[in-house]
């Protein structure tokens, strides 16, 4: 595309006025200048950036990614999501045990290529910049994270888990699976979190999204997925302070609870949820209990949570 030709394509999908001074960025190395208006090329393909996405946690604020961009393919027209190479490296605590964590635009690649036409994950490819960065072309997804759905729910907990749970239940099934397809190639996730599922509006199908963070050892995604079941099955975050300082619980049920009742990932969660509601049935919570900070058995493989996950679906919600 001629500069003259971008300028009047910009101008036809976004209706944007004086972009004749769009810049046309072919070095990504520093991600920091890319600005709204800018044009990406990589290769023959062309994408206008329409600023950085953002994302919500715990339904509170929008935290920026500043090397996460919108854009658009100025080719097909499409929504994209453009991630620049981005190193960040961080330690995370699970009990007893410290796990290095860092973030590789490569092994994103890698995932990418592995789970091409897999819809059960974010859909896209990777391009070099002239430099030789790998920048991340992703599909977007329309719909809404499981975390949103979840805090955005207005019934209450009792209602909620005979209404919504179990369908909540059966499409986790789809991405627990997920996640083994990624163990069993010698690959992780790496950031399994309840805002990185997606519900697809169109189809309902939960796909999992952002695989650039990595670590040594699988056993992180297997902890990882107990946050999201626990998430799923409290109706969001139970922590002992809410618990204790609400009135929502007897003092019967407050006076129950003890640190073991904590979650290894996150220890002011309460992870054994049986607890405070004692309709969860005990295979359910057995699971939970892999997950707390001193458990009697806990899970070594994706493919142990899998089976009881199933068997658990099956005998206590009759859903296979």
């Known amino acids: 595309m001629t500069k003259k030709e971008i300028v009047e394509r910009i101008k036809e999908l976004t209706g944007w006025l004086n972009v004749e001074r769009c810049k ?3 070095d990504t190395s520093d991600w920091t200048r890319i600005a709204r208006g800018d044009v990406l090329r990589l290769g023959d393909r062309n994408f206008v950036i329409q600023g950085n996405r ?5 339904g509170i604020a929008e935290q920026p990614k500043y090397w996460v961009f919108g854009a658009i393919d100025l080719e097909s027209g499409e929504q994209k999501i453009i991630k620049m190479v981005f190193h960040e490296e961080f330690n995370v605590r699970i009990g007893v045990f410290k796990i ?9 690649a890698r995932v990418l290529d592995l789970i091409r036409g897999d ?14 960065n790998p920048v991340r072309i992703l599909d977007y997804i329309r ?7 979840i805090h955005e729910n207005t019934k209450n907990h009792e209602q909620y888990f005979y209404e919504d ?6 499409k986790l099934t789809d991405s627990i699976q997920a996640i083994q397809l990624l163990h069993m190639n010698h690959t992780c996730h790496g950031d399994i979190r309840n805002d990185h599922i997606i519900i697809e509006s169109e189809t309902g199908r939960f796909r999992w999204i952002d695989f650039d963070l990595n670590q ?36 019967k049920v407050k006076q129950s609870l003890t640190p073991d009742d904590a979650s290894a990932f996150y220890e002011y969660r309460v992870m054994n949820l049986r607890k405070l509601y004692p309709y969860i049935p005990e295979r359910l919570n057995n699971i939970l209990l892999h997950f707390t900070i ?12 899998i089976r009881d996950y199933k068997k658990m679906l099956k005998e206590d919600f009759n859903l296979k």
């Open 24 to 26: 046309i960025v072919t």
């Open 54 to 58: 953002y994302e919500t946690r715990f």
């Open 100 to 108: 290095n964590c860092f973030r590789s635009s490569e092994k994103e």
């Open 119 to 132: 819809k059960r994950f974010m859909q896209g490819s990777t391009i070099e910049d002239e430099k030789g």
């Open 143 to 149: 719909g809404e994270t499981i975390l949103q759905n």
């Open 165 to 170: 749970l179990p369908e909540i239940l059966l």
């Open 216 to 251: 040594h050892v699988t056993d992180f995604d297997v902890w990882s997925m107990g946050n999201i079941i626990n998430y799923a099955v409290g109706k969001g975050i139970n922590s002992f302070s809410k618990v204790l300082k609400g009135d929502g619980f007897s003092d």
């Open 294 to 305: 001193q458990p009697k058995v806990y899970y070594t493989s994706i493919i142990q949570l």
